[in-house]
């Protein structure tokens, strides 16, 4: 087996929000825990699924290795460089080597904007491509399947697909290595996601590049990621391979959450078992003591709530993060 | 298009038209809608943004606004009366009593300056004249039977203090409050988490079967669809292309479309190996409906007979039929995996 090539490396990852009012720390309000010690790796030219559903902290895990949001503690290290502590302009030089898109594209889009102006803006940001920026547009609309007369038109013309081919052909045009893909499809619906999803797949294969694919659709992550990290309350639950997660997924919570997604075959929507958690997901403000996971559990014991489990590697690759996991494997 | 095998249907649509009048031209969103709904069983529409699925429920529900809206029919039946030419007097007399309806945003559709207990209540009092308190203690009932925990304290809440499946279930109260013969769910867990998506399916399941409601549940999500419904129709273009049992059209689709769709959809249980199969290209536009198979420009199976006339619709198994010239016959192992 050769070694590995890590391209990114997120280390106890922690992002606060802090209660800024006075009045409402003076009611007790506490600040947000959206993420609260995450950490993985992510392997050159692979697929890092981020799943898990609202408010799990999964976009601020991402929008906290673009340092669109400051951590507060922990590590993001980007090919061997600490993202952490970089100021502004030493962050633009990774800003072109790590882009994102986002699942509202016409939102990601300036609508005043012709769709060539803006493919050429990042270009001209970073002063690539000089004298040659025309070309290289039509030829970043060509890579994402679009005709290259659409360089004049505008978003409000396009369709919510072929906005997203933009979003994807604009993300591109500085050769990025690491591409964070914000539920780049989940406002689509199911055919146009299909092209979408395959379009990832193909650029990937073509340019090597990395992503970490946020989304809550475990079906989605299933068919582009190679390695999925599922998370619970600004935690990670459990990080396996694909076929370990899907094949035998050991936490708690994954299990009841692979259990809830439909699966579009009524024979076996018939016969499945289906673990119907209970309540609602927890205040992040405020989280249960020790597993955060226990209020929900279906296993959880006393001893849950006395402290955080750690996450433990249960076979070779697969990690899970509770404390009664040796009795379930 | 679906036979009522015997049974009277409980709510029966017969050549549904809604258009549109709007200043780039008439908008043709339902063109042709026929089903019949069985006491007690559960529809599934499926079909995706702009197929006509809602359009289609809001103008049983006599909710379309006239103009720009514009409803024809042959006919629309509940229980055997005719509700296609009432007046909206006697729309708001049927309108939550005997049919319901739960959306997607049960944000936008609860009043955010009212309590809950007040919402709930107001139902009850309208259409079964219960007294204030009779029909309080009829909400805390209601409210504890999908799953609200102290209903009684809750009462006085307002919808922002609750989550949005806590919400979701306030919604599925309010419509399930006068035991309506018809339950309408449209896109009603799309908004919600997974695992809350599921607690919902699973309350709507257990609180339709024990009333003996019957259920059109509207969804783009085949998964959802494959699991709580007894029989499904596709839409597309404002029109239903294929309906059937749900077994028989998930493991015989016979229409291009059908096909598309499920080949399009990402399983849990996937080959990882899988490629998708996309539908190329995009849904046509309404305001020039075609004459011919509104989905021939994107369909891989499209046949001779296609580029020629309007499909007719045909039978392909009992109650199950489609509007497809193709045979699909030898892609039908290819989707049962």
Known sequence: MTSRDVLLEVSDLKVHFPVDSVWARLRGARPVRAVDGVSFSVERGSALGLVGESGCGKTTTGMAILRLVDHSSGRVVFDGENLSDLDASAMLRFRRRIQVIFQDAYASLNPRMSIGDGLAEPLVIHGLFPGRRQERVRALLDMVGLPSHFVHRYPHELSGGQLQRVTFARALAVEPELIICDEPVSALDVSIQAQIVNLLKDLQREFRLTYVFISHDLSVVRNLCDRVAVMYLGRIAEVASRRQLYEGAVHPYTKALMSAVPIPDPDLEATRERVILQGDL??????????????RCPVAVDRCGESIPELREVNRGQWAACSRISEFT | MIESA????????????????????????????????LPGKVLGIVGESGSGKSVTALSIMKLVVSP????TADAITLEGEDILGIDEVRARRIRGSRIAMVFQDPMKSLNPVLTIGRQLTEALREHLGLSDRAARDRAIE????????????????????????MRQRVMIAI????????????????????????????????LTEDLGTAVIWISHDLGVVAGICDSVAVMYAGRIVESGPVRDLFHRPSHGYTLGLLGSTPRLDDD???????????????????PLC?????????????????????????VHGTRCWADLTPYWRATNG
């Open chain 1, 282 to 295: 927890p205040s992040p403000s405020n989280p249960p003591s020790g597993c955060r996971f226990r209020t």
């Open chain 2, 6 to 37: 015997g049974m009277e249907p409980v709510l029966s649509v017969r050549n549904l038209h809604t258009r549109f009048h709007t200043e780039d031209g008439i908008v043709h969103a339902v063109g042709g809608v026929s089903f019949d709904l």
């Open chain 2, 68 to 71: 720009p809206g514009e409803v």
């Open chain 2, 142 to 165: 209601l409210l504890d039977r999908v799953g609200i925990p102290m209903a009684r304290d809750r009462l006085g809440d307002y919808p922002h203090q609750f989550s949005g499946g």
């Open chain 2, 175 to 206: 419509a399930l409050s006068c035991n309506p013969s018809v339950l309408i769910a449209d896109e009603a867990t799309t908004a919600l988490d997974v695992t809350i998506q599921a607690q919902i399916i699973d309350l709507v399941k257990r």
């Open chain 2, 272 to 290: 990882e190996e899988r490629r998708l199969q996309p539908i190329d290209g995009l849904p046509p536009s309404l305001l020039d409906p075609v």
């Open chain 2, 294 to 318: 509104p989905f021939l420009p994107r369909c891989r199976h499209a046949v001779g007979a296609c580029r020629e006339k309007p499909p007719a619709w045909r039978d392909v198994a009992d």
